[in-house]
């Protein structure tokens, strides 16, 4: 029998369990094996047609997206807010029930408002794909994160992951937090104290301020950008202070006892939070986060794809 996910939407990793999180890994090795090979397209959703509805930029999610799409042969519509019949009032609700009434089977949206995959969710009955909601949750980053460290490591059980920079206004953070806590990993947040959200260590977090005692600590560092688009206040002096005080750079690694594993969701701010010599650097997977990508997105959207089919 085929085994499938609990959920019938993507929303967030706090709504998977555990063996959801494996059948997506195992999905995601089989297309990974596929994207290797010479053929790299199947015909599996040809009968499907998927609509990317992105009111935020985006290069990595979206074209990954697309490209998983496309892989499994559904019919892909794009749809940005720019440019589009938003900038005239109409609402989220009408703009994608009247794409969906174009017989559209699954919505793959981005949002900058927290819990708006959730909202759409509630009102429309496709599946609904969260590709990042505003500060709330990322969840196909935190899958493709995880998929990485797994493949790097052997494992993401028992492992130490630290998470620095702007966890404040991280959709990363959050999700990449509970996925790495289902699959058994450690975890920390790193980052000055004004950018630690207000009783993180009650999501079972360690806490550090010192990033040096922060990477001596961990197997993998997941470095993230400072979201100044996110910010409405300054949060600290400036960028070169926090690039003193937390940027990493290949002299700060290379005097540890220690190998971390860096990783960056990007974009990147080189020279802010990663110098190009780390972020180019041996210790890096942050391009093999990006091919990962494809391969997780193409079982998120076959799994569910399997649920449509079920009704
Ligand atoms: N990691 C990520 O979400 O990148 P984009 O904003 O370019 O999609």
């Known amino acids: 029998m085929n085994r499938l996910l609990s959920t019938r939407n993507l929303l967030g990793i706090r ?21 290797n090979s010479k053929i790299r397209k199947v015909p599996t959703l040809r009968d499907i047609t998927i609509a990317n509805i992105f009111f935020e930029n985006s290069t990595r999610t979206r074209v990954s997206f697309e490209l998983a799409e496309k892989r499994l042969s559904a019919d892909v519509v794009n749809f940005s807010s720019s440019g589009s019949s938003v900038s005239k009032g109409e609402t989220l609700i009408d703009t994608v029930r009247n794409i969906l009434s174009m017989k559209v089977d699954m919505v793959v949206m981005r949002h900058p408002v927290p819990g708006a995959c959730v909202f759409l969710a509630k009102h429309i009955d496709v599946p609904v794909v969260n590709a990042g909601d505003g500060t709330r949750e990322h969840p196909t980053q935190a899958l493709l994160d995880a998929f990485s460290i797994r493949e790097k490591l052997g494992t993401v059980s028992g492992k130490k992951v630290v998470i620095i920079g702007d966890i404040l206004h991280s959709r990363v953070a959050l999700s990449n937090i509970f996925c790495l806590q289902k699959l058994g990993a450690e975890v920390m947040v790193c980052g000055p ?71 960056h969701p990007g974009p990147i701010n080189r020279g802010v939070e990663l110098s190009s010599d780390v972020a180019d650097g041996t210790h890096s997977i942050i391009l093999d986060q990006v ?19 079920n009704n």
């Open 193 to 263: 104290a004004t950018l630690l959200p207000r009783h993180i260590e009650s999501l079972g977090v360690k806490v550090e301020t010192d990033v040096r005692k922060a990477l001596e600590w961990a197997d993998v560092a997941n470095v993230l950008r400072i979201q100044l688009e996110r910010q409405d206040i300054r949060y600290f002096p400036s960028l070169r202070e926090y690039t003193l005080n937390f940027g990493i750079n290949k002299t700060i690694l290379d005097s540890l006892n220690n190998n971390p594993v860096i990783m």
């Open 15 to 35: 709504e998977l369990n555990r063996e959801d999180l494996d059948l997506i890994f195992e999905t995601a090795d089989n297309f990974k094996n596929l994207l």
């Open 291 to 309: 091919e990962n990508g494809v391969a997780i997105r193409m079982a998120v959207i076959f799994l569910l794809s399997q649920k449509i089919n």
